[in-house]
């Protein structure tokens, strides 16, 4: 199988919904404007009232070309982000090194648009350390983060499981874990034992069974959107879960 987040057209479509003007991510009045700078959000959500220590240290894993991680580069003062796809990570870093990226969108059939995504103005693009990497083989010598972030990652994984019981060891006593997902399970990328939505029971009741160590914060859906071409859009509502590691007894 090839891997579609290795194309041009998902490294064109992630450009647009990480680094797009508004208005270029849905140019439509009547189509969801909520839908748009996802990452963005993603990362309200996690810090929302979180008094973070000077030296925090984030982790982002599937973080595509980064826009979350230059967000949380504003709170965090040191910021790991990794993801499987070497396109997406070597995008990541052009905007890390030279601010800028000029990339084309489809408009219809052979038609297409010139754009440009840009480094977040306020970002600190030296506290990140963008890495090529497996969320499921992570290096032991990670350490430990106020935050890790797992964005729309989760049903992209062929094992959710042995992600989930790792997850646990990244994440400080106390610190916090932000899932996002929408939960479109699909035997491309997990195999259907693998999907975490069985016997009757949602993806979100089986999430608190898999993750034992922490407590539920708060829940919250959040939409996206994903433009194929100008007038072909993809819609979908993540939920996002923020846990909060336990401290040990
Ligand atoms: C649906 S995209 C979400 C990207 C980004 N977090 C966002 O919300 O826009 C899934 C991402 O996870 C990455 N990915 C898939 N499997 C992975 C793995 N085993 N380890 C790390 N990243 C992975 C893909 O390359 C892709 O960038």
Same mark, same amino acid.
């Given at each position: 199988m090839?891997?579609?987040?290795?194309?041009?057209?998902?490294?064109?479509?992630?450009?647009?919904? =990480? #680094? $797009?003007?508004? &208005?270029l991510q849905m140019p439509w009045t009547h189509g969801p404007l909520a839908a748009t700078d996802f990452p963005v959000r993603c990362v309200e959500t996690a810090? &929302?009232? #979180?008094? /973070?220590?000077?030296?925090?240290?984030?982790?982002? /894993? $599937?973080?595509?070309?980064?826009?979350?991680?230059?967000?949380?580069?504003?709170?965090?003062?040191?910021?790991?982000a990794l993801d499987r796809s070497a396109a997406f990570i070597a995008a990541a870093r052009r905007l890390q090194s030279h601010g800028r990226i000029d990339f084309t969108i489809p408009v219809e059939g052979p038609l297409t648009q010139r754009t440009t995504a840009r480094t977040p103005v306020g970002s600190f693009p030296e506290r990140i350390q963008f890495e090529v990497g &497996?969320?499921? =083989?992570?290096?032991?010598?990670? $350490?430990?983060?106020?935050?890790?972030?797992?964005?729309?990652? /989760?049903?992209? /994984?062929p094992d959710p499981v042995r992600f989930l019981s790792n997850v646990e060891s990244l994440v400080k006593p106390e610190g916090r874990l932000l899932l996002t997902s929408p939960y479109t399970w699909?035997?491309? #990328?997990?195999?259907?034992?693998s999907w975490l939505c069985a016997d009757g029971r949602r993806t979100s009741e089986v999430l608190h069974s898999l993750l034992p160590g922490f407590r539920l914060l708060r829940r919250?859906?959040?939409?996206?959107?994903?433009?194929? =071409?100008?007038?072909?859009?993809?819609?979908?509502v993540a939920e996002a879960t923020l846990w909060q590691r336990c401290s040990p007894a």
């Open positions: 090839s891997d579609f987040y290795e194309s041009d057209q998902a490294l064109s479509e992630y450009l647009l919904f =990480h #680094y $797009g003007d508004p &208005d810090l &929302d009232s #979180y008094p /973070l220590p000077a030296d925090a240290r984030a982790l982002e /894993l $599937g973080c595509a070309v980064g826009r979350a991680a230059f967000e949380l580069s504003r709170s965090c003062a040191r910021i790991i &497996d969320a499921l =083989h992570l290096p032991a010598d990670l $350490g430990t983060f106020d935050l890790v972030l797992a964005a729309n990652l /989760l049903d992209r /994984l699909l035997e491309t #990328y997990t195999p259907r034992p919250v859906d959040l939409p996206f959107v994903i433009r194929e =071409h100008a007038r072909k859009f993809q819609w979908s």
